[in-house]
């Protein structure tokens, strides 16, 4: 165990593309953490999902030994926190187990809106933060204005900010030099009952779930029975150890000490970010602050594109939520789209995420339907149901209202973009709250629906602002809005993937869109095909496909009849991936063009 | 229902912009191998299939009027000496009006051949040009008139369906048509075919074909003025005064038997109760090759399932204004047709009008044929 006083932790804060991890794996290589042969660009973003989108989902950390230009030798914890709003809450976890937190920003792009929320975070855990400027070496950097931005946007004392180039690296001494004698050294009590923090976890083929921990008071030691306290559950610690990045195991764990453990626990559901984890047989009384089960707050239908691989599908998703908890799913039966599952995430990058893993990892096609928010539905008897499926929408005359949730949106974009997005914001009901000017960007502050900003808001406003503006959000409470199901028919048959919950002022609009798409998704058939949007029993648009009048093939003769023979049997395949509504073939490339509506 | 013998000639003077068939640009040739060939691969059939008298003999191509008519003589020898021809059997060669003189034609006609069909195309310069074709109407006329004082029997083919044709244009040139027919028309809609000239065309947006609409409208104006010149649509795209009609082409479209010699060409043969689809190699030099060496140019020989035969007899026998004959198909596949069939979307095509059935028959209705191909993929799949 290392004395307190040579400890230091930090995570590292700022913007995809900023620099983070390419800063992070300096400072492993600075240290020695790895030999060069083993070094690989990012080792931090070990899925390959995290690396190509430059996103960080599960927490990781790194024990670095630095010997100061002090002469000591000091132990430096680098957590790499996940960087997206979806994950918050594991963030705010992430940074109680530090005490301090680098920022690093792009010395030519400048502070950029999810900064923003992951600094105040770090403010808010009163850690201590040392601002560095990445990029420094590029031609378009410009440190006395991101400086100037940084003090004006987040009011932090900027004057002392480091230069660096992570990419060269160049400043990365400094900022190792900075980290020793910036940040204080942890509090704790060797003596004390075992309080540790359970930071993040996730499943391993090989030593099951293993679970990374910043021991506060007490020592974890190896042999040693652990108790959850917010799950209830105890268990026998089985090895105790820190990441170099290689898991190296040791004996234990000291106050102020981050590593992991592993308990021949089978699932990451047991194990809950933010639970305290103490001594079984002398527990603390008091449990660390802070601990909130996880909520899903997006929700959609998966459905696989070919019926039979539901059962895969099945397998996919009790795999995945092996290593992600935070997911939740039940099956789900859809008239249009057969048997699939209703699963909530916690976040739409979350959902995305989840669905390209699937798809990528398991080899699954799916179709999603368009994701939904949960609905307070008060009815007339006095009784809220929560719903998020259209589906389940009551009858409205035993409704006496319903209530939708809304955020509070934290917007950058640069000054010319800015009239783009201020129409986006009040096409989708937004309030303005903010509008205040950094130099040439505008830090625009909105409450808006989150239903609105689940259909593709944020395509919407990277495309309006060509890819400038940045974008973060946070729940802000549940409104009471006047709310209708917008149903889709198809000759008279109502599509149940295809029903929306929105507001009665955008159900119209929205219905003529969708028909519209329809129209043009569904091929022509043998009959006409009417598509309409309802509300209630009201009929708001219609479209009509009109039936083929020619299709036959002019010439037919001996050579011919093989190949006409091979389409037909292509054509057969293809039909197992239409959906067939009444005797209406619409193929699942509708469904997917039209659930993602709206591009205009 | 007869056994039918088709001979492939791969070669063309050029090649039309519209054509995806298995052709090539004609060149020397050397006419002893291409004899040897084809009168080995008769000999190779014979082995396999036995003798069986032919109902009709079907030269195609490419452009099978350039064949030597002394080749052409050789083959419908050879043939009648190995297997016998039916009497009155058809004996049919496809002709272009760019390589017809009255002297080609009338070798041809002592060489056996009964029936020819024109390439005609269009009785309009203009529309000529666009086809890519090497003859101009008057050629086309000529020919004609040639053929139909050579020949018993000449039918001709005309393409609808051109850039920018109304259905007044269409009209027109059908009544030239009907005017100088002498009992069987085929009329073609333009197809653009991938890997094509006109596919390239399109692709670059040089080549704005009519709608669907316009196509479904060309296509009702052919049938109004043949049904009205008394030559009955019997097929999709054939028209025949009774007793006109090819004989050759009803054995494929009503499934039969026959041997196809030549590139690329295919044979159907009921052997041992099994269905025989067989493929010949395409490219001409290792079809040659092949025959020589081996004295068969077949490179796949494959066993139709029930279910690929039963596809067969009805992707082709809808296509007849006759249907399908139940009992044939049933005897051929070992099961009633119906068995392979979606009987509710049968159901669902018989009530809109699209399909009609009997105890006897299984046939399209006027409107199911337009769409046939829509229909057979809710039959079948």
Same mark, same amino acid.
């Given at each position: 165990m290392t004395p307190r006083a040579r400890i230091r932790n930090f995570a590292i804060i700022a913007h995809i593309d900023h620099g983070k991890s390419t800063l992070a794996d300096r400072l492993i290589e600075a240290c020695g953490g790895l030999e060069a042969r083993e070094m690989r660009e990012q080792i931090l973003d070990s899925m390959d999902i995290e690396r190509e989108r430059g996103i960080t989902i599960k927490a990781q950390t790194v024990r670095l030994t630095y010997r100061a230009r002090d002469g000591e030798v000091y132990q430096l914890n680098l957590m790499d926190t996940p960087g997206h709003v979806d994950f918050s809450y594991e963030v705010s976890r992430s940074l109680a187990a530090c005490e301090g937190a680098i920022l690093v920003v792009d010395a030519s792009q400048g502070v950029e809106a999810q900064t923003l929320a992951n *600094?105040?975070? %770090?403010?808010?855990?009163?850690?201590?933060?040392?601002? +560095?400027?990445?990029?420094?070496?590029?031609?378009?950097?410009?440190?006395?204005?991101?400086?100037?931005?940084?003090?004006?946007?987040?009011?932090?004392?900027?004057?002392?900010?480091?230069?660096?180039?992570?990419?060269?690296?160049?400043? *990365?001494?400094?900022?190792?030099?900075?980290? *020793?004698?910036?940040?204080?050294?942890?509090?704790?009590?060797?003596?004390?009952?075992?309080?540790?923090?359970? +930071?993040?976890?996730?499943?391993?083929?090989?030593?099951?779930?293993?679970?990374?921990?910043?021991?506060?008071?007490?020592?974890?030691?190896?042999?040693?029975?652990?108790?959850?306290?917010?799950?209830?559950? %105890?268990?026998?610690?089985?090895?105790?150890? +820190?990441?170099?990045?290689?898991?190296?195991?040791?004996? %234990?764990?000291?106050?102020?000490?981050?590593?992991?453990?592993?308990?021949?626990?089978?699932? +990451?559901?047991?194990?809950?970010?933010?639970?305290?984890?103490?001594?079984?047989?002398?527990?603390?009384?008091?449990?660390?602050?802070?601990?909130?089960?996880?909520?899903?707050?997006?929700?959609?239908?998966?459905?696989?594109?070919?019926?039979?691989?539901?059962?895969?599908?099945?397998?996919?998703?009790?795999?995945?939520?092996?290593n992600d908890a935070s997911f939740v799913y039940q099956p789900e039966t859809s008239v249009a789209l057969g048997l699939g599952f209703r699963c909530g995430f916690l976040g739409l990058l979350h959902l995305e995420i989840i669905q390209e893993r699937l798809e990528r990892e398991f080899g699954l096609e799916l179709i999603a339907t368009a994701p939904s928010v949960i609905y307070r539905c008060h009815l007339t008897s006095g009784e809220v149901v929560e719903l998020h499926n259209p589906v389940d929408m009551p009858d409205p005359t035993r409704t006496a209202f319903i209530e939708e949730p809304w955020i509070k949106a934290t917007i950058m974009v640069p000054d010319e973009h800015l009239g783009a997005v201020l129409k986006l914001c009040e096409e989708r009901r937004g309030i303005q709250r903010d509008l205040t000017y950094v130099g040439n960007r505008a830090l625009l502050v909105y409450r808006l629906p989150l239903n609105e900003v689940v259909f593709d808001f944020y395509d919407r406003l990277k495309s309006v602002s060509r890819g400038y503006a940045s974008f973060d959000y946070q729940l802000d409470g549940y409104v009471e809005e006047d709310l209708v199901k917008l149903s889709i028919l198809v000759n008279g048959e109502p599509v149940d993937a295809l029903a929306t919950i929105v507001h009665r002022a955008r159900a119209e609009a929205r219905g003529r869109a969708l028909c519209e798409r329809l129209k043009d998704l569904i091929p022509r058939q043998l009959f006409q095909v009417a598509i309409q949007a309802a509300i209630g029993g009201r009929i708001v648009a219609r479209e009509t496909v009109r039936a083929l009048r020619k299709d036959v093939l002019a010439k037919c003769y001996g050579g011919d009849v093989t190949r006409k023979r091979k389409l037909l049997e292509k054509q057969k395949a293809g039909k197992k991936r239409m959906r067939q509504v009444g005797e209406v073939h619409i193929p699942q490339e509708a469904f997917i063009a039209a659930l993602k509506v709206e591009s205009k | 229902m007869g056994f039918g013998l088709y001979i492939h000639w791969p070669y063309c003077r050029r090649i039309c912009p519209y054509c995806d068939f298995n052709i090539y640009r004609a060149r020397a040739l050397d006419e002893t191998a291409w004899r040897q060939a084809f009168l080995a691969g008769l000999d190779h059939a014979l082995r396999l299939v036995g003798p069986r008298p032919l109902r009709s003999i079907s030269f195609g191509g490419g452009t099978p009027s350039l064949m030597p008519p002394s080749l052409v003589a050789a083959i419908i020898e050879r043939a009648a000496l190995r297997f016998?021809?039916?009497?009155?059997?058809?004996?049919?060669?496809?002709?272009?009006?760019?390589?017809?003189?009255?002297?080609?034609?009338?070798?041809?006609?002592?060489?056996?051949?009964?029936?020819l069909s024109l390439g005609i195309q269009s009785f309009d310069d203009g529309a000529l040009s666009a086809l890519g074709r090497d003859h101009d109407a008057a050629a086309a006329r000529a020919a004609l008139t040639q053929a139909q004082a050579i020949f018993p029997r000449v039918s001709f083919d005309l393409i609808? =369906?051109?850039?920018?044709?109304?259905?007044?244009?269409?009209?027109?040139?059908?009544?030239?048509?009907?005017?100088?027919?002498?009992?069987?028309?085929?009329?073609?809609?333009?197809?653009?075919?991938?890997?094509?000239?006109?596919?390239?065309?399109?692709?670059?947006?040089?080549?704005?074909?009519?709608?669907?609409?316009?196509?479904?409208?060309?296509?009702?104006?052919?049938?109004?003025?043949?049904?009205?010149?008394?030559?009955?649509?019997?097929?999709?795209?054939?028209?025949?005064?009774? =007793?006109?009609?090819?004989?050759?082409?009803?054995?494929?479209?009503?499934?039969?038997?026959?041997? =196809?010699?030549?590139?690329?060409?295919?044979?159907?043969?009921?052997?041992?109760?099994?269905?025989?689809?067989?493929?010949?190699?395409?490219?001409?030099?290792?079809?040659?090759?092949?025959?020589?060496?081996?004295?068969?140019?077949?490179?796949?020989?494959?066993?139709?399932?029930? /279910?690929?035969?039963?596809?067969?007899?009805?992707?082709?026998?809808?296509?007849?204004?006759?249907?399908?004959?139940?009992?044939?198909?049933?005897?051929?596949?070992? /099961?009633?047709?119906?068995?392979?069939?979606?009987q509710a979307r049968l159901a669902t095509l018989v009530a809109a009008g699209l399909v009609q059935g009997d105890a006897e028959r299984l046939r399209v209705t006027a409107t199911g044929r337009r769409v046939l191909d829509a229909v057979l993929a809710e039959l079948l799949a």
């Open positions: *600094v105040y975070q %770090a403010i808010e855990a009163n850690l201590e933060i040392i601002i +560095v400027l990445n990029k420094i070496d590029l031609p378009a950097a410009e440190p006395d204005r991101v400086r100037r931005q940084i003090e004006d946007v987040i009011g932090l004392d900027a004057s002392e900010a480091l230069l660096t180039s992570a990419k060269s690296g160049q400043g *990365v001494p400094d900022v190792l030099e900075a980290l *020793v004698h910036k940040l204080p050294p942890p509090l704790g009590d060797p003596e004390a009952p075992l309080t540790a923090l359970l +930071v993040d976890s996730w499943y391993d083929a090989y030593l099951g779930v293993v679970i990374l921990v910043r021991v506060r008071d007490g020592v974890l030691r190896k042999g040693m029975r652990v108790r959850m306290m917010a799950a209830g559950t %105890a268990h026998q610690v089985e090895t105790v150890g +820190v990441f170099t990045p290689k898991p190296i195991p040791i004996e %234990a764990l000291g106050p102020g000490e981050v590593g992991f453990l592993t308990a021949a626990i089978k699932e +990451v559901a047991e194990t809950r970010v933010g639970d305290t984890i103490t001594d079984d047989r002398r527990p603390t009384a008091e449990p660390m602050p802070g601990f909130k089960p996880s909520v899903p707050v997006v929700f959609c239908g998966l459905f696989p594109a070919e019926a039979s691989e539901f059962g895969h599908l099945r397998e996919s998703l009790a795999k995945l939520r092996l | 016998g021809l039916e009497d009155d059997a058809e004996i049919a060669l496809e002709a272009n009006p760019g390589s017809a003189d009255a002297a080609r034609f009338a070798d041809l006609r002592a060489a056996g051949v009964n029936r609808y =369906g051109l850039p920018g044709q109304s259905r007044a244009d269409w009209r027109r040139a059908l009544d030239v048509a009907l005017a100088c027919q002498s009992g069987h028309l085929s009329l073609y809609q333009l197809t653009i075919e991938p890997g094509t000239a006109f596919a390239r065309a399109a692709a670059r947006g040089r080549l704005a074909l009519p709608d669907e609409q316009r196509r479904a409208d060309l296509y009702d104006v052919a049938q109004e003025r043949c049904a009205g010149a008394g030559l009955d649509a019997y097929e999709v795209s054939n028209h025949a005064a009774p =007793g006109h009609e090819s004989r050759h082409n009803l054995i494929y479209w009503r499934s039969g038997d026959w041997i =196809g010699l030549g590139p690329g060409a295919h044979s159907r043969l009921t052997l041992d109760r099994r269905r025989l689809a067989l493929t010949e190699h395409r490219r001409p030099e290792i079809w040659l090759d092949a025959v020589a060496r081996a004295r068969s140019g077949e490179v796949e020989c494959e066993t139709l399932s029930p /279910a690929q035969h039963a596809s067969e007899i009805l992707l082709s026998g809808l296509r007849l204004g006759e249907g399908i004959a139940l009992k044939r198909a049933e005897d051929a596949l070992g /099961a009633p047709l119906g068995a392979f069939l979606d």
